[in-house]
């Protein structure tokens, strides 16, 4: 194992590929050589890039043409507002595992222990699992809705709303930045290829189909995505834990992490071992972890465009389900392929870490070539599906909210269409550009994903209470996001000034400053907005954001009058999600990790139950994010199939609403619209 960069090791277990031979010096795992010829990486990002624009564009016009789906403004933005549970959550898991979820929890793993996979996978899944209560109350509140910020614009203005786009846009160029320098330096590292030119290539296909189909597209490359990434995620767990020679038992990888922390031991954790939850950095790491995704969920317009997208009655079930399933990404994942590194002492440098190149290195070890190869597919079904949902929503706050807005405010459901594809493109181009810049700067994957949450993070209470508190004003809301800001930034700054007499990229990345950034970022906003709020309160009703307009037709826009989707079932979700998806945050961030504490360094028991307990999420997660979205589908998909061997299309006339099962029909929409304006 090679901790810094330039020393010069031999392996712990001596596995000969690792042992310098006739005066050869290995100080790197890959030693600046590709696994694969270039031909590979143009193959994989090209090649599936083209594969799913080509699918995913021919499924999208077979539903338009034999499963009665119109081809609308609100279809392409909203999916027609009619996506049941399994899909949802399906969709959730797939914009949620970014490259940083595959690439840095092992990371975190091979630094921290199995800690890190830990608060990896509970540090990000309360979000999705709170989430849930805001998706409830945009369909209880604002169902007519495009955007998070459509409902911010009705219930505090202009100035509000300005404010929140620059944070919304802010978080979609954070999280894209993200995805393109993870997936652009694996691509590199894996094929070759130059890394700046697969930072431009990688979202070409993403803007083809995203732009053909809009958000139903994207949601059906989701599925393929995360169920391509669930079949690789069970591949690479039996490998470490079942059958390699090399590891291939619990007891085994235990034996080796025990050894390997003897010659190597954890700076700060109990008895510098790996298999302890008593580990500070993984602490600090986990609370950074924490308080920045709130930001990426919270103030991302994708994870909004969802909730929007789904049935009322599969909202709150799609997030809490999403939320259990994407738990087993980082924590199945990383405590097989990130022990592993450990557990092989493989010869990785602590820049090959930083850029998220732990995966691969363990991948190639067990697997060869082959392994590599699942793992460059696996990074590019990620980058692509969670780049798709950036772009789709991007491209619905650009014409919803500034074009629509600002610019047009007559626009028609076409105009809408042609400025959402024009977006898409240029957002998509840009997504590379930046990727370069950020290059350039010298920041990687593991310091914009730390740093993250000091940027957006006083956005999210702001946010989260123009749903959920009625006395909010705009005037807190505001100066809570604002000055929460730069309060964050300041700290993170001093506190590096402080802590390492500098201030660079490298002090502003170390784990206090990033953790004083964060901290002071959210918690500060809540006090502000809170107190300016109490001080000077703007009650509401909602009955502003009831009146957000359509520009064509949608039945599936308004809760039924009974039923499922009813308002009344609503207000029975919302209590029950409130209660259950507050329990489960509490056991995922607080009674797990203490039960786990009083164990200190893991017996080869108790990291054996650890190890079987995350195999056995992994199993249960992949069966259902991959065959319940097919389950539910199935009349629609037997719809479809028999229209198409009977030949009977379905006609493209807009559908009209059944006034007698919902509480407001598209005339009232019109009529509230023309009032407004």
């Excluded at 950095?281 to 465009?305: H, K």
Aim: with cysteine; hydrophobic share 50%.
């Amino acid at each position: 194992m090679v901790k810094s960069d330039g020393d010069v090791n031999t392996n712990i277990f001596n596995l000969e590929e690792y042992i310098p031979k006739d005066g050869e010096v290995i100080d790197s795992f890959f030693g600046g050589e590709a696994i694969f010829g270039v031909g590979v990486g143009y193959a994989v990002v090209l090649g599936f890039g083209l594969f799913f624009s080509i699918f995913t564009t021919i499924v999208v016009f077979v539903d338009y043409k034999f499963g009665g789906t119109v081809a609308t403004s609100e279809q392409f933005n909203t999916a027609g507002r009619s996506i049941k549970t399994g899909l949802t959550a399906s969709v959730i898991v797939s914009q949620w595992t970014w490259a940083a979820t595959l690439l840095q929890s092992s990371n975190v793993a091979y630094t921290y222990g199995v800690s890190g996979p830990f608060w990896y996978a509970a540090g990000a899944t309360v979000q999705v699992l709170l989430f849930g209560i805001l998706a409830i109350e945009v369909k209880r509140k604002a169902p007519t809705c495009h955007t998070v910020l459509e409902i911010i614009r009705a219930r505090w203005g202009d100035v509000a709303h300005m404010v929140f786009l620059i944070f919304c846009l802010l978080t979609n160029i954070i999280v894209t930045a993200m995805l393109l320098l993870g997936g652009a330096a694996v691509v590199n590292a894996l094929t070759g290829m130059n890394i700046n030119l697969a930072a431009i290539l990688i979202p070409i296909g993403v803007i083809l189909y995203t732009a053909a189909g809009g958000l139903k597209a994207t949601f059906l490359a989701s599925y393929i995505h995360t169920t391509i990434i669930f079949v690789a995620l069970l591949i690479f767990i039996f490998q470490i834990y079942v059958s390699h020679e090399d590891l291939g038992s619990p007891s085994k990888v235990f034996e080796n992490l025990k050894k390997v922390e003897a010659v190597h031991p954890v700076s700060k954790n109990q008895e510098g071992s790996y298999l302890t939850m008593l580990s500070e950095g993984g602490l600090i790491f986990g609370i950074i972890n924490i308080v920045g995704n709130f930001g990426t969920v919270f103030v991302d317009q994708s994870y909004w465009q969802s909730a929007i997208a789904a049935k009322p009655s599969a909202t709150y079930k799609g997030y809490l389900l999403g939320g259990a399933v994407w738990f087993a990404v980082p924590f199945s994942l990383a405590t097989s392929l990130g022990l592993g590194a450990v557990a092989l002492d493989l010869p990785l440098t602590a820049g090959e870490a930083g850029d998220g190149l732990v995966p691969p290195a363990t991948a190639t070890h067990l697997m060869g070539k082959g392994g590599a190869l699942l793992i460059l597919v696996m990074l590019f079904m990620a980058v692509t599906s969670t780049g798709s949902a950036e772009l789709i929503a991007v491209s619905s706050l650009f014409s919803y909210d500034v074009f629509r807005t600002y610019m047009k405010p007559n626009a028609t459901g076409k105009d809408i269409i042609n400025v959402s594809r024009i977006v898409c493109v240029v957002w998509g181009l840009f997504m590379g550009v930046l990727a370069i810049i950020l290059q350039k700067i010298g920041l990687n994957l593991g310091w914009v994903y730390l740093g993250m949450g000091v940027i957006i993070g006083s956005a999210v209470i702001p946010i989260a209470f123009s749903l959920t508190w009625s006395k909010c004003s705009r005037y807190g809301a505001i100066a809570g996001a604002v000055v929460g800001q730069w309060l964050g930034v300041a700290a993170w700054i001093i506190r590096a000034k402080v802590e390492y007499d500098e201030v660079t990229v490298d002090s502003l990345g170390g784990n206090y400053p990033m953790l004083v950034g964060n901290l002071t970022s959210i918690l500060s906003s809540g006090v502000i907005c809170i107190v300016i709020s109490l001080i000077s309160p703007e009650v509401t009703d909602w009955s502003e954001t009831k009146k957000i307009t359509m520009l064509e037709d949608d039945p599936n826009a308004h809760l039924a009058k009974e039923g499922e989707d009813s308002l009344e079932a609503m207000d029975a979700a919302l209590k029950w999600t409130v209660r259950y998806g507050g329990l489960a945050t509490a056991v995922l961030v607080i009674f797990w990790p203490l039960l786990a504490l009083p164990a200190g360094v893991f017996s080869k028991g108790y990291f054996t139950f650890w190890v079987i307990l995350s195999i056995i999420w992994g199993i249960i997660a992949s069966v259902a994010i991959i065959f319940l979205p097919l389950w539910e589908a199935r009349e629609t998909l037997g719809k479809v199939l028999t229209n198409i061997v009977s030949g009977k299309t379905t006609p493209a006339d807009l559908p009209v609403v059944d006034d007698t099962a919902h509480g407001a029909n598209f005339k009232e929409g019109v009529e509230m619209k023309e009032g407004m304006e």
